[in-house]
């Protein structure tokens, strides 16, 4: 095991990391990334996005190495949460060809694996959320950092 305590006062308790760490039956466990873009992708002719389109738009992120947290996908738009990264000008820039794109800085992807009915409404229903994604067991917000302050949105 890894014994981990603050470097600004060691007499404070602190965390352990070892190859299993056993989480009580019914406590949710959240994993918050910050440094998040909310991405949206729509076809420029208003049209739906075809499977046909997401071989292009996919291989735009991987030609910059930008990686790809959150994807939710409908008929007729594309949302992808990803690290902000110095190529995310290319990225749009590149996938404004084919596309219309709009994204969202400044926001954070919190996953809760094990969420309730409390945590789901505590973290889906509070201001400055943008996008939840939930399956039997996990969910996913991304929202505005801090879950305060204003969004920079930038529209292309």
Avoid: H, W
Avoid at 19 to 45: C, E, M, N, T, Y
């Amino acid at each position: 095991p890894l014994y981990v305590r603050p470097f600004g006062d060691p007499t404070k308790p602190g965390s352990v990391i070892c190859a299993s760490s056993p989480v009580p039956p019914g406590v949710p466990v959240r994993i918050l990334k910050g440094r998040q873009v909310l991405i949206s992708i729509r076809p420029k002719d208003f049209s739906f996005v075809l499977d046909e389109s997401l071989p292009e738009i996919f291989s735009v992120f991987n030609q910059y190495r930008q990686k790809i947290n959150l994807i939710q996908s409908s008929a007729v738009n594309l949302s992808l949460c990803v690290d902000d990264s110095r190529y995310l000008e290319r990225v749009v820039d590149t996938l404004q060809t084919g596309f219309r794109v709009v994204y969202n800085k400044g926001m954070e992807l919190l996953t809760v694996r094990g969420y309730d009915d409390a945590s789901y409404r505590r973290f889906a229903g509070a201001e400055g959320v943008y996008l939840v994604q939930k399956t039997r067991r996990t969910m996913r917000v991304v929202r505005l950092a801090g879950s305060s302050g204003v969004s920079a949105v930038v529209a292309k």
